[in-house]
C-alpha cells in the first residue's frame, strides 16, 4: 500500500510541484487548504483536494477539521508549504499530529521567523548577520533619523518584503509606530546582490538545498522567476544552511534570504521556515519527495531556471517591456521551465490565473496588497497559540 502525504497550503505552487514530486515517488498524494486552489484542482494529476477552515480566524476548528482528516485519510506524513506551518505547529496539535508533521515545533519556528529573533540566534551561531536593532516605540525610531539612509526598517514579522523601508526619508520614517506588542527593527543596509535559499532538514541534518537569485519581482520584493546558483557562492550558501540546521536542530522546510556584499561575503537578513521557490530548482523527479519523506540526501540540483508561468505574463512581459528587457525576458521562457504548467498538463496555468485575480479582487475589498491578500487567512505574527 502507497504512503500517504497531506500537503498543506494548495494555495501554493510549491505545493502542486510538491504533489508532482510524491506522485513521481509513488506516494497518495492529498492536497489541502481553507480556500479552494484552481492551479492545483485544474491539475491532471492524481491529487485529492480537502478543505479546512482558516486558521487564523477560526484556530479552534482548524484543528478538529485537520486531525479529522490525517486520521480519516489514514494520513503518514503532512507537509506544509505556507503560513498554516505556524498554526499546524501550535503545541495541541503539533503533539497530536507527532512525528508526521514535517516542521519543528512553534517555539523553534518564532526564533526563525521573527526577524530579531533570527538575526540575534545568528549572532550566537556564528553565522553573518547585518547589525540589528529592536524598535518598540516612536523614541526608539528616532534614534535613527540621522542617519535612516544606512538603515532598512521592517516589522520583526512580516512576508513578501511589505513594509520594508530601505534608507527611508524623514518623512517615511516618522510613519513607523512600533510597539512593544508590534515591534519593528532596525537592521544595517549591506549594498549588495540578493540571493536566496531553500533546503530540507531531517533532525539537525540538511538533506536538501538550491540557491538562486532573480532579477523578476514583484513590488514588494516577491519573484517569480529563479535562476540556479552555483559555485563558490552556492557552496557558501550551502555551508551556511547546515549549520542552521545544525544549531536549531531543524527538522523541516527552511529558507533563507541573504545580501552578498562587494567583497562576495553573504550577509542572512531574513528566514522563512516553510517552503519558498527554491521547490521549483528540486521537484520533478521524486528525489525532493524521498528527500523529505526518508531523510535521503538530494544530490545539487540542476541549472535550469524556473519560473512562475502566469507571473511571467501579467508582471514580467510589461516590466521588460517598461525596462527594455524583452529579449532577456524571452530568452527565459524558452530557456527555463515553468513551475506551474507542464506539458501535458497545461491547465494549472489558467488555474493559477483565476486564483490570481481572487486574490487581486480580495486585496482591493480589503485595501490590502495582492501578496499580503494570499496570507490573510493563515499569516502568523507572533501571537501566542494554544
Known sequence: MARRVLITGARAAAALDLGRDFVAAGWDVHLADCRPSRMARWSRLPLRHHAYPPPRQQAEAFRRATLALVEEEHIDLVVPTCEEVFHLAAPSLHAALGP???????????????????????????????????????????????????????PCFTRFGDAALVGPSREALGR???????????????????????????????????????DWRLGGGASYAFKPLGGAQAEALRDIAARIATSAELHGQFACDAIVDAEGQPFLIECNPRATSGVHLLAGTGDLARAIGEGVPLDAPAQTPAYLGPAMLVYGLPQAIREGRLRKWAQLLMRGRDAISRPGDRLPLAGALADAARFMQEGRAHAITTTAATTRDIAWNGEELD
Open 176 to 214: 513607523i509606530a512600533p510597539t512593544p506588542q508590534t515591534p519593528w527593527l532596525a537592521q544595517r543596509r549591506i549594498r549588495g546582490s540578493e540571493v536566496c535559499f531553500y533546503a530540507l532538514a531531517h533532525h539537525g541534518a540538511l538533506t536538501a538545498f538550491s540557491a538562486y537569485r532573480s
Open 100 to 154: 508526521r508533521l514535517f516542521a519543528p515545533d512553534l517555539a523553534v519556528l518564532r526564533q526563525l521567523h521573527d526577524k530579531l529573533a533570527f538575526a540575534r540566534a545568528c549572532e550566537g551561531w556564528g553565522l553573518p548577520v547585518p547589525e540589528s536593532h529592536l524598535l518598540a516605540s516612536m523614541e526608539d525610531v528616532a534614534r535613527f533619523a540621522g542617519e535612516a539612509s544606512e538603515w532598512v526598517f521592517k
